[in-house]
């Protein structure tokens, strides 16, 4: 069946020609050039050209698209975290300083607390800081089971892609042990789209939680974390609603990160550095350049093995 | 009030979520299928109480040749380290030999940017698979008004690999004489011999 190879061509060469004209011309695909256009291998505008050249017309786009503003994508005046919040006490220089700035803002927070009940006739600030506490807790715990269409109710438009970024094949553990302070509202804004009284409005909460967090990759290996490791987590989470909808929901919409912050865990897993393409030269230089490119690639393969 | 207007149209501008939501379909526009079965274990995640041995399915589909080109390379390249079984393609003269080693590259490349497999050598070849593909018909003139078929094909390349170091003994091994003694001495002694004593 797998044996050697038949002779396959003819004693005689002479009509050569005429029996190849026997056989019948087929145009075969060429899977391979898909296969490498699928991959972005062949640039869009190779493939247009080559589609021009054969005279197939590009097929005809569905261009019409609902427009739907359902949240704004940024936070308006964001919300500035004291620096060592959580630690300087009100009697400290710091502290007291924090405090005179707050009271300095305090017209601004008013103004905007009175345009948001203009809308929300029954909000109360304090009602609201629970209320945002547990939204917190259900939209994570929908992202740790990675219900998206649940997540996808609880949280804004614009975070959802930020907060699913990278979980896609992972185990997440995530458990919210209790509060060390209770939540408190910090920072309330409005604003209006295009039109006056189309209003949205966000408010900033300030939750002092105990977390754990694992990550777990495809095959059950941990990322990063741990699930028996309780933090202290201090985090300034806006919370937007669309006011001029009947039908707008509180959702969770963006973290504020301050500058302030202590720099991230690094991860547990360590992978080999990926060859970088050292940046084109001008031309005078290439010839002398690629020689001595090729060798730290050489010197990683022997590192991989 | 100022802070009232900033900056409305940009955040305005940002906030169009226009994009619908695409089904996934099986084929590219290409016809290339883009999730073939065998691929999608890669999606199937393993909780943490139950880890396994980090593996990557690879297939390449719709590659030239039937699968009798195809077979005999496959059978020479399971079990072996990945690094082997690309160095067996890469002096193997066959021409399907060319796209068994793509398949073992590319499988290699994805394994490592995707999967978390942090070295690209310490793999090995668990599975190899070979499988019929696309066929074309073609037609052949014969005398008297006579017509032949000639089938052009294409077959798909399935590639398993997972991580650590090849296993001894993939295929069951031969035999060595002292245990082909040992097995002919068992077989002696089990046998049943009509009226005997």
């Known amino acids: 069946m797998f044996g050697g190879a038949m002779n396959n061509r003819h004693r005689d060469p002479k009509w050569k020609k005429h029996r190849a004209n026997k056989v019948f011309k087929v145009k075969l695909p060429d899977f391979e050039k898909f296969r490498d256009v699928a991959d972005g291998k062949i640039a869009r505008n190779e493939v247009r050209r080559e589609m021009k050249k054969r005279g197939i017309a590009p097929c005809r786009k569905w261009d019409e698209k609902p427009i739907f503003f359902s949240t704004l994508t940024g936070v308006i005046e964001p919300y500035v975290p004291p620096e060592g919040d959580g630690k300087a006490s009100l009697l400290s220089k710091s502290g007291a300083l924090q405090k005179m700035e707050q009271l300095q803002k305090k017209s601004v927070f008013t103004w905007h607390l009175r345009k948001l009940k203009q809308f929300e006739t029954d909000f109360s600030i304090a009602d609201f800081a629970s209320e945002a506490n547990d939204l917190y807790i259900k939209a994570h715990e929908a992202l740790a089971e990675q219900d998206q269409d649940k997540l996808f109710s609880l949280v804004t438009e614009a975070a959802y892609p930020e907060m699913m970024a990278n979980v896609e094949h992972k185990t997440l553990r995530w458990q919210m042990l209790g509060s060390l302070e209770p939540a408190r509202v910090v920072h309330i804004r409005t604003q209006s789209l295009l039109t006056n009284d189309n209003t949205f409005a966000q408010v900033t909460v300030r939750l002092h939680t105990q977390q754990t967090l694992a990550v777990y990759d495809r095959f059950g290996r941990l990322l990063h974390g741990s699930e028996v490791l309780v933090k202290d987590v201090l985090e300034y989470v806006v919370f937007e609603k669309h006011i001029a909808n009947l039908y707008g929901q509180w959702r969770l919409h963006a973290k504020i990160i301050p500058d302030w912050k202590a720099s991230k865990e690094p991860s547990k897993r360590t992978f080999v550095e990926p060859e970088v393409e050292a940046p084109e030269e001008t031309s005078e230089s290439t010839e002398t350049t690629t020689p001595g490119a090729e060798e730290p690639k050489a010197a990683q393969g022997e590192a991989r093995t | ?197």
Do not use: C
């Not at chain 2, 089904?23 to 290339?32: D, P, R, T, W, Y």
């Not at chain 2, 994805?110 to 050598?121: D, F, K, Q, W």
């Open chain 2, 1 to 197: 009030m100022l802070h009232m207007l900033a900056k409305p149209i940009e955040l305005a501008a940002r906030s169009l979520h226009t994009s619908s939501r695409v089904l996934a379909s099986k084929k590219n526009e290409f016809g290339i299928s883009l999730n073939p079965k065998w691929t999608r274990v890669n999606e199937k995640v393993h909780p943490p109480e139950q880890p396994v041995t980090p593996y990557v399915q690879y297939a390449r589909t719709d590659v030239r040749g039937g699968v009798k080109k195809y077979l005999p390379l496959v059978w020479k390249i399971r079990g072996l380290s990945i690094d082997d079984a690309i160095a067996q393609m890469d002096f193997d003269v066959h021409k399907a030999a060319k796209e068994v080693k793509k398949a073992l590259e590319e499988a290699r490349r994805i394994a490592v940017s995707e999967h978390n497999i942090e070295y690209g050598s310490n793999m090995w070849v668990a599975e190899a698979t070979v499988s019929k593909g696309t066929h074309f018909k073609g037609v052949r003139r014969h005398s008297r008004a006579r017509y032949g078929e000639i089938a052009y094909k294409f077959s798909s390349v399935q590639i398993r690999l997972e991580e650590g170091k090849p296993p001894k003994h993939y295929y069951v091994p031969d035999l060595t004489p002292e245990q082909k003694l040992q097995q002919f001495k068992m077989e002696l002694d089990r046998r049943f011999v009509e009226y005997s004593i």
